[in-house]
């Protein structure tokens, strides 16, 4: 097996997402894929011993550089999202910051959008600035905005599409060509709201994607992970930079978890926007609910542009309501039976949370009033988010209905 195996399988989706990566171990003929834990190989004769001699060499030496049951998840991972290789890390966070740090350096400028992944939106407004990389905050749905924010030395351009909590959407195709028409090398998407069930990206003419696997790829909330994929040639580039010198790889033991949600993401996603439907409904005419940002209803703002670049709608919604958030989030917490009020999201298990605008403001927008103010405008003083899991739809509405 070859460490980094190509992506494009022309397998269906669903085929795929079984059977990209896999293959029966030759050595035992077993048919699921092996957790290897193994931190070093024993080569079949001499090798060099750095991470750049190990470039071009199809075994594995040492785990930071490459590790079998992680390679399988990259495989699986290239091939669903139609790219040519995959790299994993320990997490989401490390994945994004990987490549933007892999990428960019000193003197290089990186656009943002205005509001995205409270992780994310810190790590560029306060780590990244220390480093000599600068960075704007932008309303990615306003590519006149994008395009007045270009300059010579911006290096890449960073979506979020559906956005982490506001469910705002950003025209993938649209950017990525405007970005590279004004010579921006890198446009990077975190499709972690979207899957490749929905979007695809690559297919978009970004050029890289970004996942935090811990969401819907694992799917069962109990293994953290992120990736990257993109072209074989940045790849292994960022490969030899990014997690041999940043050390945040994966462990063999979370992908082989990763590995088994993958293989049920297209038939889980489908159950997951079946549910987000019925409940989304539900939502919008439950008159204490004063508003429901789900990408599939007509009442989204961005509800073409939703259907234009999403196969399926996914899980996540966020919705608002006249009782005052943290009074009802208190409700919450005590009386709701089947939907877990905690963080993270895209588990089979539902799970919803009071995303305060005076928390974010706390934490993340605090420096820049026009970006608290756009905030605002989309998630007023803050918003539930809701990731309907995989359960019966009508059991998640009458847990809501307990406390709505
Ligand atoms: C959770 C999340 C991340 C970060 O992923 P971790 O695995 O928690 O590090 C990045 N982007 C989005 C959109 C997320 O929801």
């Not at 300059?151 to 979020?160: F, S």
């Not at 403001?361 to 009033?369: G, N, V």
Request: charged residues 20%.
């Amino acid at each position: 097996m070859s460490r980094k195996a190509s992506g494009n399988s022309g397998w269906h989706t669903e085929t795929t997402a079984v059977h990209a990566g896999e293959s029966v171990d030759p050595a035992t003929r077993a048919s699921s894929p092996n957790l290897v834990m193994s931190v070093t190989f024993a080569p079949e004769a001499v090798t060099g011993f750095s991470a750049r001699d190990e470039q071009g060499y199809e075994g594995f030496i040492y785990s930071r550089v490459g590790s079998p049951t992680v390679a399988q998840l990259e495989a699986k991972l290239a091939a669903l999202e139609g790219g040519e290789a995959a790299l994993c890390f320990a997490s989401g966070v490390a994945a994004a910051h990987a490549l933007i740090c892999g990428r960019l350096g000193r003197g290089d400028h990186l656009i943002v959008p205005d509001a995205n992944y409270v992780g994310i939106a810190e790590l560029t407004r306060d780590t990244l600035p220390r480093f000599g990389i600068e960075v704007s905050f932008v309303d990615m749905s306003r590519p006149e905005e994008v395009a007045a924010a270009i300059r010579p030395a911006t290096r890449m351009l960073w979506l979020e599409t559906p956005a982490n909590p506001t469910m705002k959407l950003c025209d993938i195709a649209a950017l990525a060509q405007l970005a590279h028409e004004r010579g921006v090398r890198d446009v990077a998407v975190d499709s972690t709201y979207a899957t490749p069930i929905a979007t695809r990206p690559l297919q978009l003419a970004a050029d890289f994607v970004v996942h935090s696997l811990t969401k819907y790829i694992g799917g069962h909330g109990d293994a953290m992970g992120g990736a990257v994929i993109g072209r074989k040639a940045d790849i292994d580039a960022l490969n030899l930079e990014a997690t041999v010198h940043f050390g945040g790889v994966l462990s063999p033991f979370n992908a082989w978890l990763i590995l088994r949600g993958a293989a049920t993401l297209p038939i889980r996603m489908r159950a997951h926007e079946e549910a987000a439907f019925k409940v989304a409904r539900f939502l919008e005419e439950h008159p204490a609910v004063s508003r429901v940002f789900y990408p599939g209803l007509p009442s989204h703002p961005q509800h073409a542009l939703a259907r234009r670049q999403m196969r399926n709608f996914s899980g996540m919604m966020t919705f608002q309501t006249r009782r005052p958030g943290p009074e009802l989030a208190a409700d919450m917490v005590r009386r709701l039976e089947i939907i877990h009020y905690a963080v993270s999201l895209g588990h089979h298990r539902s799970l919803v949370y009071w995303i305060g605008t005076d928390d974010i403001q706390a934490s993340t927008y605090r420096h820049d009033a026009t970006q608290l103010r756009r905030y605002r405008d989309y998630a007023g003083d803050g918003v539930f988010r809701l990731s309907v899991g995989i359960e019966n739809p009508d059991d998640l509405i009458a847990d809501l209905s307990r406390v709505l």
